[in-house]
DNA sequence: TGCCACGACGAACGAGCGCTAGTGAGCCTT
DNA sequence: AAGGCTCACTAGCGCTCGTTCGTCGTGGCA
């Protein structure tokens, strides 16, 4: 099938016209390039290159290249624990907390799909105490999706031998849609969302209907 | 549970004495690094530091940097080839074949899983044409998973509405296993990928039994 | 019109990188 | 005992990195 693509310049248009400079155009090159190349695979040189000005210029609208992961990796981390807060009901039956946890989840990785390539790759490089407190935030998402399968598994909704495992497998399935996604591609970020919430009610062996 | 452990100290046991240094051993410790801070992230004079030897003498016994994370790449995409050939026999039906083809590609990550950190984060270092090569392999793979469901859906085995959709995510799942997996949790590798085929299995719409 | 704040710039820094060359110590062979 | 080979070493190369500093042109405001 054509409806997606591999295509890594997907993430990049060169900025033709050079226009006003500000921290959010810096953050967001940066984004675009460490996606791209990694955090250790991009020089500043590279992003100011890309913004069609001179390395130095960079340091007035920035900190340090390391902010700039930081700022990256915090925002998005601290987005997937807010969608998830947001639309998980604790009062739903727990098939309708999965099914909406995974929704968002999928849905952010397609729309964000520059953010979740740098966290899953550069987390590592952030300096102390920072690795650590963004691993944390990602094992909270990480036990509140646990603890839904559980609970459908306790109510006897789904059907898996480990939760656990079944909540690694279901996570990653989706972080990866944002290594193949293509906005240019037939399926829009709505229908990839809807399907993978059908393999996750799957994996998590949600009865079928 | 503590099956499992993200500690990515797992990975390093810090070579107390030192053993005579040899191509293997310089690639083994390069495997060691790159999984854990990634190529560009590691300096040749750490993976020296590791081996007890100054920087230089590593050149006694490998190319160059690039030629180590080519060597790497090289190997463990042509062994995931080499595992899926070997097991999956074209005669059995489709279901049999998505059983087999996710056992040896979750043990592969399992008991390679330095290997497989670094191909999916490093591979796009590569120079020209390695790149393309390394891709195409992941593609070849990619396809022939892909056509077994596809096969499976024909047969009236399986049930899914993209073949493409499901195969990217069996794989992205069952490659997961490496970011997590460790050899001193409660699992063994077996276990681990018998409970991935299931998953696969149920991805895939297989009906129940 | 004069002033001032903003910000892009050239120059340059110290550090670290991958890599090369030449040297000399230890070993095997004869 | 003498020779040659292997290989780890010191020294140092050219380069790029992230970052700092002081200058200077410009646009908004008095």
Redesign the interface.
Known sequence: ?S??S?N?ADLAEPRATRTALTPDVVLDAALTLFA??????TALSQIAEVLRVRTPSLYNHMGSKHDLLLTIVDRATAGVLADFHRVVDPADPPVEQLRKATHVYVHRHVTHRREALVVN??T??LAEPAVGEM?ARR?EHEHALRAVIAAGVAAGELRV??P???S??I???C???A??FSPHGALTAEQ?AD??V??AL??A?HL?R
């Open positions: 099938m409806a997606v591999t890594p791209q190349r990694g955090y250790h695979g790759r550069d590592g490089s691993q094992r031998e480990s656990a495992l079944a690694f497998a996570r990653e399935m972080v990866s849609v290594r193949w990839v399907q993978y059908e393999f799957r994996v062996g079928e």
